[in-house]
């Protein structure tokens, strides 16, 4: 089963302003991704973050890599109406051979 | 700079057919990866491929799917008999080899949408 935790499951902001997502694990990952998925598509790499307490933005987002490296971070700043979407962060445990374990995403709206 | 693309993009079938989907990764990676997704989840993990060895396996991957990367290059994901519980998104990824920072980078195709009825 899944282990990483990301809540709430939907959240509902207005245009411009900024929103924060996070993940978290009981288990230590050595790597964090963030994705971005449209119904119908496929996830679309936003971040990815390798060290703990690493800040990486990317445009509009930043993300973090915890200290603790059993969570991360995900900022969205002055969002658009093009950022509705399910964001889901991923993680590679160490000594996992690459695969990824997902959270069950955060699904986000954003009203004009 | 092509992604990764998955065909068909969707398909119906019923319940005790067999379905068989492709994938090619971006050119160079050498790893491939296969996950299902069901709605209101994240993917899961399926099954890996690093060049045309077959490295890892979910117990997801019951006896009925079989993958396959005979030269390294696209992989191919086959369910047998399949069962209503099989409908879902069947996703592939793939990410360069690694280099001496052992980072990690997955990027996904558009996924195949499975519905059997």
Sequence with gaps: ?112 | DTGVSQNPRHKITKRGQNVTFRCDPISEHNRLYWYRQTLGQGPEFLTYFQNEAQLEKSRLLSDRFSAERPKGSFSTLEIQRTEQGDSAMYLCASSPPRGRTLQETQYFGPGTRLLVL
């Design chain 1, 1 to 112: 089963g899944q282990q990483l935790n990301q809540s709430p499951q939907s959240m509902f902001i207005q245009e411009g302003e900024d929103v924060s997502m996070n993940c978290t694990s009981s288990s230590i990952f050595n790597t964090w991704l963030w994705y971005k998925q449209d119904p119908g598509e496929g996830p679309v790499l936003l971040i990815a973050l390798y060290k703990a307490g690493e800040l990486t933005s990317n445009g509009r987002l930043t993300a973090q890599f915890g200290i603790t490296r059993k969570d991360s971070f995900l900022n969205i700043s002055a969002s658009i109406p093009s950022d509705v979407g399910i964001y889901f962060c991923a993680g590679v445990q160490a000594g996992a051979n690459s695969k990824l374990t997902f959270g069950k995403g955060i699904t986000l709206s954003v009203r004009p």
